[in-house]
């Protein structure tokens, strides 16, 4: 069982990145699908998630005008898409993977914005 996350990298203040997860060896699409970042002296928070056949989704209140989350089950694949990045999005971004007791954290991709 794994998430693999992709698509982080260095922006300049009002960039956009679109990141990735793709999981393996689970049955995707029966999974609430998050993101998370956390940067460094911080606490790890919820970005974004997304249920099941996306019919609820969520969004931290500072990104809910920036911050579009997707899923492809067919591709076992969610998306983040962020806009308008501001040097306080700099966190290392996490995707989970959770179903009743389960959850399942990838390894993380580094955003970076420099203002």
């Known amino acids: 069982v794994q998430l693999v996350e992709s698509g982080g990298g260095s922006v300049q203040s009002g960039g956009s990145l679109r990141l990735s997860c793709v999981g393996s060896g689970l049955a995707f699409s029966m999974y609430t699908m998050s993101w998370h970042r956390q940067a460094p002296g911080k606490e790890r928070e919820l970005v974004a998630n997304?249920?099941?056949?996306?019919?609820?989704?969520n969004y931290l209140d500072s990104l809910k005008d920036r911050a579009t989350i997707s899923r492809n089950d067919a591709k076992k694949t969610i998306y983040l898409q962020l806009n308008s990045l501001k040097p306080e999005d700099t966190a290392m971004y996490y995707c989970n993977a959770k179903r009743r007791s389960e959850s399942i954290w990838g390894q993380g991709t580094q955003v970076t914005v420099s203002s």
């Open positions: 997304i249920s099941e056949a996306a019919a609820r989704i």
